[in-house]
T-cell receptor
Framework: NAGVMQNPRHLVRRRGQEARLRCSPMKGHSHVYWYRQLPEEGLKFMVY????????ESGMPKERFSAEFPKEGPSILRIQQVVRGDSAAYFCASSQQAGQGGQPQHFGDGTRLSIL | AQSVTQLGSHVSVSEGALVLLRCNYS??????LFWYVQYPNQGLQLLLK??????LVKGINGFEAEFKKSETSFHLTKPSAHMSDAAEYFC?????????????FGTGTRLTIIP
């Protein structure tokens, strides 16, 4: 499967623990976007990364959340000291090099985070 | 800032009937528009997109959408519904901006097909 791979699919954490969500983009894609979907809501943009660079983090909560996309390996969304309100589905999407615009984003199946 | 409004969080149609899912957008510049479909416990799959050119866009699974600038709309239609069309549908917009194509989504429309 050459699609966007996210793992784990399901993650359960207790309040105060750390959650790490991983995303491997499609082959040949160098742009990664993270979105969060709360129950019964649409997806909300969180952060946009290219290799080794955060391009736009305007949707990220100011505290506890961070993201990276290293030169080697998957993109990581990290949530420290999780709280109940962090329970959601987190989706990663990747796209090819931005050119004229309108590049479709290809989505992974998401990580469903549950906080006990 | 851009925004998307999807009228009708739930739509039910009979199998074989016309499907019409509404989407209106707000954007400070001519936008790029997308429709995605989400099946339970899965990610989003692109149905179709509009960037420039012909305003009637055809997508996968028999869906199409028409960009109407004067109405700021991008409604999704399918002439004849099939049971497999039952899913959640999201309209999304991005603003042409080299290097950042983050999507703004509507809240979604859950489509139910009645046998």
């Amino acid at each position: 499967n050459a699609g966007v791979m996210q793992n784990p699919r399901h993650l359960v954490r207790r309040r105060g623990q750390e959650a790490r969500l991983r995303c491997s983009p499609m082959k040949g894609h160098s742009h990664v976007y993270w979105y969060r979907q709360l129950p019964e809501e649409g997806l909300k943009f969180m952060v946009y990364l290219q290799k080794e660079n955060i391009i736009d983090e305007s949707g990220m909560p100011k505290e506890r959340f961070s993201a990276e996309f290293p030169k080697e390996g998957p993109s990581i969304l990290r949530i420290q000291q999780v709280v109940r309100g962090d329970s959601a589905a987190y989706f990663c999407a990747s796209s090819q090099q931005a050119g004229q615009g309108g590049q479709p984003q290809h989505f992974g199946d998401g990580t469903r985070l549950s906080i006990l | 800032a851009q925004s998307v409004t999807q009228l009708g969080s739930h739509v039910s149609v009979s199998e074989g009937a016309l499907v019409l899912l509404r989407c209106n957008y707000s954007s400070s510049v001519p936008p790029y528009l997308f429709w995605y479909v989400q099946y339970p416990n899965q990610g989003l799959q692109l149905l179709l997109k509009y960037t420039t050119g012909a305003t009637l866009v055809k997508g996968i699974n028999g869906f199409e959408a028409e960009f109407k600038k004067s109405e700021t709309s991008f409604h999704l239609t399918k002439p004849s519904a099939h049971m497999s069309d039952a899913a959640e549908y999201f309209c999304a917009v991005s603003e042409p901006h080299f290097g950042n194509e983050k999507l703004t989504f509507g809240t979604g429309t859950r489509l139910t097909i009645i046998p």
